[in-house]
C-alpha cells in the first residue's frame, strides 16, 4: 500500500480547513491536580507551568493546514530548483546543527546547550552514560538536512538510523522556512489556484493557530485525551524503546515499549518517522504532537504576551510578528509547539511551548506551511 504522504502528494486534498472557532490556551488548575498522580519522570517542570497562562481565545478567519509535516522531499524538490543552501551549511562559525549522539572532546568539558546564535540558553546537565560512552545533544559539524543519520550504541554494537525522504525535515531555521515559503508560493500558489478558486499565499502558521488545529475541537491534554498510555498509537515520542536502544537515558519519557506491545503503534521508530505513520487528531492532521517539533510565525513573549494586567476576555486571532529590530537579528527568539521524538509527557502536551532562536537548527525542529481563505471568500 502506497504511505499516505505520497497519496496526497501535489494533490489539494493535502490541505485540511479549519473554521473558525473559540478555545483555551494554556493550563488550567485541572491539569495541575491530575499531573500530581503521574509517574515522577512525567510531570511538567513548574517553570514551563508558569508560562502557560490559560485564556480564551478566538479564531476569527477559516484557514488551510498541511495535513503533514514538511518533508525531506518537500525541501529536497525546492533545493533541486533553485540551488539553495541551508544556513547549517553557509554558517562558518557554527558549520551544522544541533543534535543527539555520542559526545567527545570539547563537547562534554563545555557542556553547553548551543541556540544557533552562539548564546548560551542554559547548562546541559543530562548525559547518558553507556558502556562509558557519553550521549547527548551537542553541535554537530556537518549535520545538514539531506544527511541526517543517528549513530548510537544498541547493546554494545554500532547501530544507524538515517532519514528517508517521507521523514520530517530538520536540521533548517527560520530563514530557510522563509526561503523555502517563497519558491512554495511562487510554485505551488498558481497550481492550486484552479481547484481552491483563490491563489493561496502559504506561511507558517500562529501559536494560536497552532494550538487550534494540534486541539482538533477538544481541551484535553494531548489529542487523544489525558491518558499518557494512548501516545503509543498517535505520537512518535521518547518512549522506552529509545531509552534502552539509543542511549536515551536522562530524558522524562513515555514508560511504553512499543518492541513488547506488538499490534497496538505501527512499526516503532527510535528517531523520526515518516509523516502519517501515527494515527491523526480529530481534524486528519497527522503529527500535531511528536516526530519533530515546529516552528510557529510568532516572537517568544512570556505568557503569550498577556501579561500581569490580563483579565480573562478572549484573545481575538493573536500574532506577535517582530519588529524590524527583531526581524533583523538572528538571536531573536520565536514560539517553538509540538514535542518531538526525544520528547517526554510533559514537553508532548498541548499547551507545551518552548522558545528558539531564528537560526537554531536541530535533528527535532521542522515545520508546516498553512494558508489563508481570502476575506468575503465563497466556496
Request: negative net charge; hydrophobic residues 35%; charged residues 20%.
Amino acid at each position: 500500500m502506497i504511505p499516505l504522504y505520497w497519496q496526497y502528494l501535489d494533490k489539494v486534498e493535502r490541505f485540511q480547513r479549519i473554521e473558525p472557532c473559540q478555545f483555551f490556551m494554556g493550563v488550567p488548575k485541572w491539569q495541575e491536580t491530575l499531573w500530581e498522580n503521574w509517574p515522577y519522570n512525567a510531570r511538567p517542570n513548574p517553570a514551563w507551568r508558569q508560562d502557560e497562562l490559560y485564556h480564551s481565545v478566538s479564531i476569527t478567519r477559516p484557514f488551510y493546514v498541511d495535513r503533514f509535516l514538511t518533508t525531506v522531499y518537500d525541501f529536497r524538490r525546492f533545493v533541486d530548483a533553485t540551488g539553495y543552501r541551508t544556513t547549517a551549511e553557509t554558517d562558518r562559525l557554527h558549520n551544522g546543527a544541533w543534535g543527539w549522539g555520542q559526545r567527545v572532546g570539547d563537547e562534554l568539558a563545555n557542556d553547553q546547550y548551543w541556540n544557533g546564535g552562539g548564546n548560551v540558553l542554559q547548562i546541559d546537565n543530562h548525559l547518558a552514560i553507556v558502556n562509558g560512552l557519553y550521549y547527548g545533544f551537542a553541535e554537530r559539524s556537518g549535520l545538514f538536512w539531506h544527511n541526517v543519520q543517528w549513530t548510537y550504541d544498541c547493546f554494545g554494537h554500532t547501530a544507524f538510523y538515517r532519514q528517508q525522504e517521507d521523514h520530517p525535515l530538520v536540521c533548517v531555521t527560520r530563514m530557510d522556512a522563509s526561503a523555502y515559503l517563497a519558491w512554495y508560493n511562487e510554485t505551488f500558489g498558481p497550481f492550486y489556484e484552479p481547484f481552491l478558486g483563490f491563489r493561496p499565499t502559504f506561511r507558517l502558521p500562529t501559536e494560536a493557530e497552532n494550538e487550534c488545529f494540534s486541539r482538533g475541537g477538544s481541551f484535553y491534554i494531548y489529542p487523544w485525551g489525558d491518558d499518557l498510555e494512548s501516545a503509543i498509537r498517535y505520537a512518535n515520542v521518547a518512549d522506552e524503546a529509545l531509552r534502552i536502544l539509543a542511549n536515551y537515558d536522562w530524558v522524562r519519557y513515555f514508560q511504553f515499549n512499543p518492541m513488547a506491545q506488538a499490534g497496538s503503534r505501527k512499526p516503532f521508530y527510535l528517531f523520526t518517522s515518516p509523516v502519517g505513520a501515527f494515527e491523526p487528531n480529530n481534524y486528519g492532521l497527522y503529527d500535531v504532537v511528536g516526530n519533530v517539533a515546529e516552528m510557529v510565525a510568532d516572537v517568544y513573549k512570556p505568557d503569550y504576551g498577556l501579561g500581569e494586567d490580563y483579565n480573562g476576555e478572549i484573545v481575538i486571532d493573536p500574532r506577535r510578528d517582530p519588529n524590524d529590530e527583531e526581524m533583523n537579528n538572528c538571536n531573536t527568539l520565536y514560539v517553538c509547539k509540538g514535542g518531538a521524538w526525544c520528547g517526554g509527557p510533559a514537553a508532548s502536551r498541548l499547551a507545551h511551548r518552548v522558545r528558539r532562536a531564528a537560526n537554531f537548527r536541530s535533528d527535532y525542529l521542522g515545520f508546516r506551511i498553512c494558508f489563508d481563505v481570502p476575506e468575503g471568500f465563497q466556496q
